[in-house]
């Protein structure tokens, strides 16, 4: 259990960090969409370049970006394999009876590139920005008022949670417990989940009371507002070009 | 059970995102004003409690927990769950981005399933009734979750019939594990505090 720390680099100074988290993400969103779209490898690995070259400019450590790639590169790695290994095909390596196809290969190669590239182009679009504003963003782009709200309490709840959870397991530890694949594990994991239910429950007892008591009616009243100035625009179209040209080079190549 | 962003076809992904959208915008005007704050601190709760490992052989696995959460948040279940996914994609970078339609889906349908089922229990009387039917539930949320998964990808190519295979034998031993911590816990809770159930 760590705590989220994606916004950890938000401070930084560049032209990612300085743009309107709305056109940001805007933007960023139809990159996303226009690489996951892309069906050709070579086109793919163009995106790759270029979300590459977006995340050396954000100036975030490429330290902390490799550590955030360990799920993806998991997942895709599995894939990647069973990809080659299912697909049927021309046959370009044999071990007994698994067979590596050519088209497996390539199927398998094209869904890790994309997969890279769309992780990677989290940390320039949402990396770049406090976490909280992000979300106020949100509410910008016309994204349910409630959910914006459930996701800003979520997010600030879970950093509670966390310390929560780890406290619980320090105790369990101290008393002997060890996690094993037995009844009695799962049995105690049981209990303790059940135990931090119970505390939350109670816990959004008393806060609602005393949002309530501070005035609140399910409207949220935030001190900041955003302005979208000539150069959130001209960025915002920049990186919508970016997508344009790959859209292109697919339909061309 | 989470899918990565460029492996389902198109329709299915924004597919995914249709029914999310009709789903969630059903859900949100069967919750309260006044559930806002509980559905957030029970979600953040859920996001930690998915953290925990167990450990499975030599390997480990995280608890999927969407059975749990059907039958403690009900109709706000689905909300929750959408919420929690869309943080882990941008937090943890956990699941892909366009793909959390789906992901929200395949997860929220098995979280209701289990949330529909548990409301039975009020009409039957038999011995261990509690941790049978937090059992039952923990179970629906992974296979109905787990046959929604199967569908999306074998809609998106039939070249993933091999990995569907794998991933319902993969999921066989998560299945009981599941189980046993939602019936577990649903003991503890009837015990502690039953208003917390639905």
């Given at each position: 259990m760590h705590l989220p720390e994606i916004d950890k680099y938000s401070h930084l100074q560049s032209y990612l960090h300085s743009w309107d988290p709305r056109a940001k993400i805007t933007s960023f969103s139809f990159l996303i969409l226009s690489i996951v779209l892309l069906g050709k490898l070579p086109v793919a690995l163009v995106g790759f370049v270029l979300a590459s070259a977006l995340v050396l400019s954000s100036r975030i450590p490429l330290r902390f970006i490799f550590k955030h790639l360990r799920w993806v590169l998991l997942f895709v790695s599995v894939f990647f394999i069973l990809m080659s290994i299912f697909i049927p095909g021309q046959e370009l390596y044999r071990f007994h009876s698994l067979v590596i196809s050519q088209e497996g290969l390539q199927k398998g190669t094209l869904i890790a590139v994309k997969a890279l590239t769309i992780t990677l182009l989290i940390f320039p679009m949402i990396g770049t920005t406090p976490f909280p504003t992000t979300i106020k963003a949100l509410e910008g782009l016309r994204v349910p008022h409630v959910l914006v709200q459930i996701s800003a309490f979520t997010y600030r709840y879970i950093f509670l949670s966390i310390a929560e959870g780890k406290r619980m397991i320090i105790a369990l530890t101290s008393r002997g417990f060890e996690r094993k694949t037995d009844l009695h594990t799962l049995q105690t994991l049981g209990k303790l989940i059940g135990m931090m239910f119970v505390r939350s429950y109670e816990r959004t007892e008393r806060v609602y009371q005393a949002m309530v008591s501070r005035g609140y009616n399910g409207e949220m009243v935030t001190m900041n507002e955003f302005h979208l100035h000539g150069g959130d625009i001209g960025k915002a179209i920049f990186i919508s070009l970016l997508g344009v040209i790959l859209i292109s080079l697919e339909v061309v190549l | 059970m989470h899918v990565a962003d460029g492996v389902l076809a198109t329709q299915v992904w924004v597919g995914g995102y249709v029914a999310t959208g009709a789903i969630t915008a059903f859900c949100l005007r069967r919750i309260a004003p006044e559930q806002i704050p509980k559905i957030s601190i029970m979600t953040a709760a859920f996001f930690v409690a998915s953290l925990i490992h167990v450990p499975l052989g030599p390997t480990s696995v995280h608890l999927i927990l969407n059975g749990l959460c059907g039958i403690i948040l009900g109709w706000g279940a689905y909300i929750s769950i959408l919420v929690g996914l869309t943080l882990q994609a941008l937090l943890f970078q956990h699941g892909g981005l366009t793909t959390i339609g789906v992901n929200a889906f395949n997860m929220g349908v098995g979280a209701l399933a289990a949330f529909g089922f548990f409301?039975?229990?009020?009409k039957i009387s038999i011995r261990h009734r509690d941790f049978l039917f937090g059992f039952l539930a923990g179970v629906i949320g992974v296979v109905v979750g787990l046959i929604s998964l199967s569908i999306c990808l074998l809609t998106s190519g039939e070249e993933f019939l091999g990995v569907v295979k794998l991933a319902l034998v993969a999921h066989l031993p998560i299945m009981a594990i599941e189980g046993l911590v939602a019936g577990f816990a649903t003991i503890f809770l009837m015990k502690v505090k039953p208003e917390v159930l639905r």
């Open positions: - | 409301k039975l229990r009020g």
